[in-house]
């Protein structure tokens, strides 16, 4: 299962290690950025599930970059907890006038901190917590490592399942070979992006099997997406 990313943008060093700490015991990828006008580039290339932002930042603030975020069509809807200290303009916090959809007052408890990211992410982003993801006639089982195609099994090597998975939880999203490489292969690994051409070849194969209409689409000069219908 491709655990959830989450990005944190916070500039207090120990409090970024602890979130990093307690979010990846939990499970999910994590990326923390200690200035608001990186995060606000890193968002360009890369929008995780979930973004935790700390009110003040050098730079860019959280409160500026997260009014920047909800006027790009890519990010308008990411959901985003702010993290504020006590005192800070809490009320205006409050109004929500920031776009946050959660806010958490310093200092708060860690158990706290994972419980309102995981129901934030249940309430914003179901398809990345649930184990059953269906996009049109194909169905993929997170916890049995299963895909079907109008209910007949379809058999898939690790790198093609991880990779229906990825584009299966953002149907209709176009991907670069380079974002497909950092989501599904891992930032960490050097491989050349005509791999990816490689793997979304055989994942085709495997998928469109008999007459079905292809539902991996290729866009000329862009990358791949999976088709809704
Ligand atoms: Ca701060």
């Known amino acids: 299962m491709i655990a959830p990313k989450v990005m944190v943008v916070e500039d207090e060093e120990p409090l970024g290690v602890l979130l990093r700490y307690n979010l990846e015991a939990e499970g999910y990828q994590v990326e923390v950025i200690q200035r608001g006008d990186e995060a606000e580039l890193r968002l360009q290339e890369n929008v995780p599930d979930l973004l935790v932002l ?3 930042l050098p730079a860019v603030s959280g409160i500026e970059l997260c009014r920047r975020l909800r006027m790009r069509p ?8 702010m993290l504020t200290a006590r005192g800070e303009e809490s009320d205006r916090v409050r109004g929500l006038a920031t776009g946050a959809d959660d806010y958490l007052v310093k200092p708060f408890s860690m158990p706290e901190f ?3 990211v995981k129901a934030l992410l249940r309430r914003a982003k179901p398809e990345v917590l649930s184990s059953v993801l269906k996009v049109g006639d194909i169905v993929l089982d997170r916890e049995s490592h299963r895909v079907y195609r109008k209910k007949a099994e379809v058999k898939l090597g690790p790198t093609e ?4 998975e990825f584009m299966m939880r ?3 999203r176009v991907f670069s070979r380079g974002q497909l490489l950092d989501n599904v292969w891992g930032e960490t690994i050097y491989i050349d992006e005509r791999t ?7 994942l085709r194969k495997a998928v ?3 007459r079905l209409p292809d539902v991996i689409r290729t866009v000329r000069g862009a990358g791949y997406a999976i088709s809704e219908e």
């Open 114 to 116: 994972i419980a309102r």
């Open 196 to 202: 990816v051409d490689v793997h979304v070849g055989r």
């Open 161 to 164: 399942f991880r990779l229906l």
């Open 170 to 172: 953002h149907p209709g």
């Open 208 to 210: 469109n099997t008999g």
């Open 54 to 56: 700390d009110w003040m």
């Open 74 to 81: 890519e990010t308008e809807r990411l959901p985003v907890i």
